[in-house]
């Protein structure tokens, strides 16, 4: 039986922030393109931290989508380069067959992608994270400010209100020794949760108890090291890869979400840079458009590799501060932090990448 091809220009290859972003991005230019029209994308200038729920950004980007675009259940299995146009091929879980002339893999921290160009693979920390979501119906009274409390080497804990009524909170500790991304089991993940913080505020035991269960969520603490964004391979052809599948990093920072955004907006920046009108609309033949996607999405990567260099050196540093078990690593740490980043600054947060 013959596999089922499909032809399309862009193939996007996941369906989280940074993949409903990049399509959103590309589908908006496309119609300024149309319009003959500009756009501008404006960011905050404040130095602060925002909280949101992730399927609420979610479901604001997919809803702004043409249905057309987006394809459900499709779970790519592998890549390759087409030997005769040297254009990617992907391998579909159900036995069809996608060649596209540009892919982009948003497909998080296991990305097919990802694996296929070779970055290097994922550090992981020997700490893991309890996230919840708490609902007040009167109100919890908090102030809107991110707080944690640390106990270096051993255990932490922290909260900030999303609006007057939900609070994202966390609890984060070292758990080696046993398979984290196995449970998923609401009520193991509470009493997990409850036996971190037992002899912690009542404050915070009260949150934990009375969060929603559902909410509930364990993972490994996993990162790419900076140096493999330095000398990893971020793209080879028209292929490249955005968001956790290019930058993985602990959530220290609070900025995995935010720099999927950018890395959409400067995408597909370089895209309509070298193809202003479109890939549709480029009347020149396969050779001299591969060079041009090949131009764009390299521009992109170097364009991309200062900011998510340095976050993620800072997020790196940031981890040993806080769960490194030896004492003269964590001072080094922090000192590097202070020396390099203003230490507790958010600075980070002053961050324009440009019009879309």
């Known amino acids: 039986m013959r596999s089922r091809e499909e032809h399309h220009d862009v193939v996007i290859v996941g369906g989280g922030i940074c993949g409903l972003a990049t399509a959103l991005a ?172 037992k002899d912690n505020p009542a404050e915070m035991i009260e949150m934990v108890e009375g969060s929603d269960p559902s909410s509930l969520h364990l993972t490994r603490i996993r990162y790419r090291s900076p140096w493999h964004l330095v000398f990893g391979n971020l793209r080879r052809g028209t292929m490249t890869v955005a968001g956790d599948a290019m ?14 955004l950018e890395d959409a907006v400067v995408l597909a920046r370089n895209l309509a840079r070298a193809m202003p009108m479109g890939l549709e609309g480029s009347r020149v033949g396969d050779g001299e458009l591969k060079k041009r996607i090949e131009t764009a999405l390299e521009n992109y990567v170097r364009e991309r590799k200062p900011r998510v260099l340095r976050l993620a050196m800072q997020s790196m540093l940031l981890a040993i501060s806080i769960s490194s078990p030896s004492k003269i690593k964590r001072l080094l740490s922090l000192a590097l932090l202070v020396v390099f980043f203003g230490g507790a600054s958010l600075g980070y947060t002053r961050f324009d990448c440009g019009p879309l």
Request: proline residues 6%; charged residues 20%.
């Open 26 to 197: 590309l589908h908006r230019i496309h119609e300024v393109l149309y319009h003959k029209s500009t756009m501008q994308v404006k960011s905050t200038r404040m130095e602060e931290l925002r909280c949101l729920k992730r399927s609420d950004l979610i479901q604001v980007l997919f809803d702004n989508l043409p249905v057309d675009s987006v394809r459900l259940g499709c779970q790519i299995v592998a890549v390759e380069r087409d030997p005769s146009t040297s254009f990617p091929i992907l391998y579909v879980h159900d036995g069809s067959i996608i060649k596209a002339k540009v892919v982009i893999g948003c497909d998080g921290s296991n990305s097919v992608i990802s694996k296929s160009l070779g970055p290097g693979a994922l550090n992981v920390l020997p700490n893991c994270v309890i996230r919840g979501l708490t609902n007040y119906p009167k109100g919890h009274n908090l102030e809107t400010r991110f707080f944690r409390h640390l106990d270096v080497g051993y255990m932490s804990y922290g909260r900030i209100p999303i609006d007057d009524n939900l609070v994202h909170w966390f609890v984060d500790w070292p758990y080696p020794d046993r398979d984290t991304d196995a449970p998923k089991d609401p009520k193991f993940l509470m009493e997990l949760a409850m036996q971190q913080i």
């Open 247 to 260: 930058h993985m990093m602990g959530p220290f920072l609070g900025q995995g979400g935010c720099l999927a």
